[in-house]
């Protein structure tokens, strides 16, 4: 529905001579807050004059100033996308024009355009979101993480769970027509229960810097690719309470956004990227709750969508949407045990391709940890995953510093409710008993997994490697082939075949 005091601009808008003579067309897309008109090569981004609970545009200047915030703070992820702010204005004959003489009557964010197939949203229906580009993706992510704005925030806990109650308040503008207000209700009560149970780590992550100026609305219809690149745009500039966020919150709306879409291993590999260049075990515990409530953020869009349209159909399916999204919402309270799942072979045998495959069917959304000694090594000499290591990387001493930061890792994460997946050589009995030791301690189901492939086989797939963590070379494989293994009390997996038969016949073993 367009507001009474705004029908005359978007009629402006709406017509192509209003953005110049070589304009033949413009395109229309609409959001519950927003309304952009694609003109030739400009975006123009008009701020609905709507009150709503999480937001106030009923009046120009309030207009004005949320669009200069958009426009300054979106820079930092997409500066090639934002180009300023225009207003539009009533010359003294009545009629409107983008920044003429006359009185203004509302303003713009003007962005350039950029192909709307190039969504991740449109990317992921086309099977276009590979994991390259989601590997690319998770680093844009923490790399934006990494240089925001730290707030402090000493009462984060109060914080979130006051961010908990307004969705509430924002589910419950659409019940009973949308949303079942019993159902609301109770997921809110869930949701704060959870919230005041973590308390603890929410105030110890807003005290050291995990509360920070984050993007906000952080899902795959606000990232495209731009210049090949990913990168994130349209971030939230009308609210501190939804932008200064933890910043595994704001990855949380993505990972849900995979999810309930249907594609939990990108979700996986998105959070387990992340988790290699920023190793945010302490957060795995509020995972479940800030899943929900994002999910719980898309069920009151989408039921103030249904209720908001005149197309009877549209207004269906967003009632479906809201309905799906709620219940998802209630499931992500509710998660799995954890369990603890070790992946050995020597180089080569395609171990961290069956425990990145094999993360997605374990534990609670979106997928068990993996937990690697190759990336563990590197971080323990203060590189990125990525980066090469010399010799001294792997001696002795730093090999049994890095299986001991592997079992370290397990048991924090194990700790904090979420599975596990160790994706290491093992090659001594040593090693191997030790990881069984962690679940144990940790009261855990274990089970371990050994992975063989032909020699010719695992080469091939050395030589094939591309920006991965591991060093392991053609020599390396060499020297592990005559290492004495010990006995192997671990199931086999002959690895040499499809991905896809090592995937079932490890889900077979594991039980899952």
Not at 172 to 180: E, I, N, R, Y
Request: proline content about 5%; glycine content about 8%; overall charge neutral.
């Amino acid at each position: 529905m367009i507001p009474e005091d705004q029908r005359d601009t978007f009629a402006f808008l709406a017509r192509p001579e209003s953005h110049g003579p070589s304009v033949e067309r413009v395109d229309q897309v609409h959001t519950h807050i927003s309304a952009i008109f694609l003109a030739a090569g400009r975006a123009l981004k008009l701020k609905r004059a709507v009150r709503l609970p999480f937001v106030d545009f009923t009046t120009l200047d309030s207009r004005r100033i949320a669009c200069e915030a958009e426009v300054r703070l979106n820079r930092r992820g997409a500066p090639d996308l934002y180009e300023g702010v225009a207003a539009v204005t009533r010359d003294a004959d009545g009629r409107l024009a983008l920044d003429g003489d006359g009185d203004v009557v509302d303003w713009l964010v003007v962005m350039r355009r950029f192909d709307e197939q190039d969504l991740f949203s449109r990317l992921l229906v086309r099977g276009e979101l590979t994991r390259d580009r989601a590997t690319a993706l998770a680093r844009v992510i923490t790399d934006y993480h990494a240089g925001a704005e730290v707030v402090p925030c000493a009462d984060n806990a109060a914080r979130m769970v006051a961010v908990a109650r307004g969705n509430r308040d924002s589910m419950m503008a659409s019940a009973p027509v949308v949303l079942p207000r019993e159902t609301v209700e109770t997921l809110t009560a869930r949701t704060v229960a959870a919230l005041n149970d973590h308390a603890d780590v929410l105030i110890r992550r807003g005290r050291a810097g995990r509360v920070r100026r984050c993007h906000g609305d952080l899902h795959l219809r606000n990232i495209c690719l731009w210049n090949d690149e990913p990168t994130l745009f349209d971030a939230i500039e009308f609210s501190d309470a939804f932008q200064v966020i933890d910043t595994l919150y704001d990855l949380a709306f993505l990972l849900m956004d995979l999810d309930q879409r249907g594609f939990r291993r990108l979700a996986s590999i998105v959070m387990n990227h992340a988790m290699e260049h920023d190793p945010d075990i302490e957060g795995l515990a509020l995972l479940p709750v800030f899943l929900s409530m994002r999910a719980g953020i898309r069920a009151h869009i989408s039921a103030t969508m249904s209720l908001n349209t005149s197309d009877p159909a549209h207004a269906q399916e967003m009632g479906r949407r809201a309905l799906a999204y709620l219940d998802r919402a209630q499931g992500y309270l509710a998660p799995p045990a954890p369990r603890l799942i070790a992946v050995g072979g020597l180089s080569g045998s395609g171990k961290s391709r069956l425990a990145r495959e094999l993360a997605p069917h374990v534990g609670a959304a979106p997928g068990a940890l993996v937990s690697r000694t190759d990336v563990l090594r590197k971080r323990l000499m203060g590189v990125g995953p990525y980066e090469h290591l010399g010799p001294d990387g792997y001696t002795e001493d730093m090999t049994r510093r890095t299986y001991a930061a592997l079992d370290a890792e397990c048991r924090a994460a194990l700790a904090r409710g979420h599975a596990v997946i160790a994706d290491g050589v093992f090659a001594t009995p040593g090693e191997r008993a030790d990881i069984e030791q962690v679940a144990r301690e940790m009261g855990v189901p274990f089970d371990g997994l050994w992975l063989e492939a032909p020699e010719d086989v695992a080469r091939k797939r050395i030589g094939a490697r591309q920006a991965n963590a591991s060093d392991a070379t053609a020599e390396v494989l060499a020297f592990q082939r005559t290492l004495d293994t010990g006995p192997m009390a671990w199931p086999r997996i002959d690895s040499s075949g499809p991905r896809r038969e090592t995937l079932a016949r490890a889900r077979e073993i594991v039980g899952l």
